[in-house]
């Protein structure tokens, strides 16, 4: 009997000291939390930006308050680079961080962390913005003829308590930061170089009205040339080539959105080859008599056709078009 009474103590005293060992393991609880990017959008020349945004909810009855964030981001190097982060005051008061950023735009990388200074820790917050982040294309846009995609992801997270204890992130959303490209046409056209059967090496070029070049391209052995990726606006157009008058395609040459506009021919009239070593433009006395001076011989600064030999063929351009003058219009019969 004297047993018995004993064994029922022991079983007492361990079952009224359960409830307070229970209670001492459990500690507070484990909040939800997310870290997410919002996503971007913006033109190719300009910039965009995005957001790190923070969500915990805590169990009132045993919370467990975040005084610290640290956030790894990864993104696509060759489409997007980091201009700028700016720590926001979402979570904490701007005046009571303490932040960390860290960026690797060659490797696409970024960190991020912040943590409160003296202030109470954050027990609930919803979409709480922690950075601002400034991005740019890492590219030339003038390339870009659609929109260029890169997700933004969180590779990890992590928070702290007050007591810098652990607390995980549960969800980590990725943000997609895009970029528009320029709207885009082209030029396409053809030209006919007097005298010859092979029309390739006419120089192209594509100017503001200013004299800006834009864009250049030679000619095929048929004389045809296309100029593509051409930001929309209004152009002049040009052909050269050496031994004859320029001609030209005024201001009013436009390039439409996603079209391409042909020009339609134009013939380049042969024997400006005075005076040397820059011809002026204009076939005159000067031109029929370095010619002459040349007759029959294989110089190539007088050989107009370009068929290695000054002869009629050569002589007979420069007396067609004697006192003629460029740039020509752009046409078949200039």
Same mark, same amino acid.
């Given at each position: 009997?004297?047993?018995?009474?004993?064994?029922?103590?022991?079983v007492m005293?361990?079952?009224?000291?359960?409830?307070?060992?229970?209670?001492?393991?459990?500690?507070?609880?484990?909040?939800?939390?997310?870290?997410?990017?919002?996503?971007?959008?913006?033109?190719?020349?300009?910039?965009?930006?995005?957001?790190?945004?923070?969500?915990?909810?805590?169990?009132?009855?045993?919370?467990?308050?975040?005084?610290?964030?640290?956030?790894?981001?990864?993104?696509?190097?060759?489409?997007?680079?980091?201009?700028?982060?700016?720590?926001?005051?979402?979570?904490?008061?701007?005046?009571?961080?303490?932040?960390?950023?860290?960026?690797?735009?060659?490797?696409?990388?970024?960190?991020?962390?912040?943590?409160?200074?003296?202030?109470?820790?954050?027990?609930?917050?919803?979409?709480?913005?922690?950075?601002?982040?400034?991005?740019?294309?890492?590219?030339?846009?003038?390339?870009?003829?659609?929109?260029?995609?890169?997700?933004?992801?969180?590779?990890?997270?992590?928070?702290?308590?007050?007591?810098?204890?652990?607390?995980?992130?549960?969800?980590?959303?990725?943000?997609?930061?895009?970029?528009?490209?320029?709207?885009?046409?082209?030029?396409?056209?053809?030209?006919?170089l007097q005298?010859?059967?092979?029309?390739?090496?006419?120089?192209? %070029? #594509?100017?503001?009205? =200013?004299? $800006?070049?834009? +864009?250049?391209? !030679?000619?095929? *052995?048929?004389?045809?040339?296309?100029?593509?990726?051409?930001?929309?606006?209004?152009?002049?157009?040009?052909?050269?080539?050496?031994?004859?008058?320029?001609?030209?395609?005024?201001?009013?040459?436009?390039?439409?959105?996603?079209?391409?506009?042909?020009?339609?021919?134009?013939?380049?009239?042969?024997?400006?080859?005075?005076?040397?070593?820059?011809?002026?433009?204009?076939?005159?006395?000067?031109?029929?008599?370095?010619?002459g001076s040349?007759?029959?011989?294989?110089?190539?600064?007088?050989?107009?056709?370009?068929?290695? %030999? #000054?002869?009629?063929? =050569?002589? $007979?351009?420069? +007396?067609?078009? !004697?006192?003629? *003058?460029?740039?020509?219009?752009?046409?078949?019969?200039?």
């Open positions: 009997m004297k047993g018995k009474k004993l064994l029922l103590a022991l005293a361990t079952l009224m000291a359960l409830p307070l060992v229970s209670a001492f393991a459990a500690g507070p609880l484990d909040p939800d939390t997310t870290v997410q990017v919002t996503d971007a959008s913006f033109e190719c020349e300009e910039t965009g930006t995005s957001q790190i945004l923070v969500s915990i909810a805590n169990d009132p009855s045993a919370p467990q308050p975040v005084h610290g964030v640290e956030v790894h981001l990864s993104f696509d190097a060759a489409k997007l680079q980091e201009v700028d982060i700016v720590a926001e005051g979402g979570l904490f008061p701007l005046d009571e961080q303490v932040i960390v950023p860290q960026v690797d735009n060659a490797s696409g990388t970024i960190l991020f962390a912040v943590s409160q200074k003296d202030g109470a820790s954050v027990q609930d917050a919803t979409d709480a913005a922690i950075a601002t982040i400034t991005w740019q294309a890492a590219v030339d846009c003038a390339t870009v003829t659609q929109e260029a995609c890169s997700e933004v992801s969180v590779a990890s997270a992590l928070m702290s308590d007050a007591d810098g204890y652990a607390i995980n992130v549960d969800a980590m959303l990725p943000g997609s930061v895009c970029y528009d490209g320029q709207e885009q046409g082209c030029i396409t056209g053809s030209v006919q005298g010859r059967y092979d029309h390739s090496g006419a120089h192209i %070029l #594509v100017t503001e009205a =200013d004299g $800006t070049l834009v +864009a250049e391209t !030679f000619t095929d *052995a048929a004389g045809n040339f296309e100029l593509q990726n051409l930001a929309l606006g209004t152009y002049e157009v040009w052909a050269e080539m050496y031994g004859y008058l320029d001609a030209l395609k005024g201001s009013g040459m436009q390039v439409v959105a996603g079209e391409c506009t042909d020009m339609g021919p134009t013939k380049l009239l042969g024997g400006d080859v005075a005076p040397q070593p820059e011809p002026d433009n204009v076939i005159d006395i000067g031109d029929i008599a370095y010619m040349n007759f029959g011989a294989a110089e190539a600064t007088a050989d107009v056709n370009g068929d290695g %030999l #000054v002869n009629i063929l =050569d002589l $007979t351009m420069a +007396a067609a078009n !004697f006192e003629r *003058a460029g740039p020509t219009p752009w046409s078949m019969t200039p």
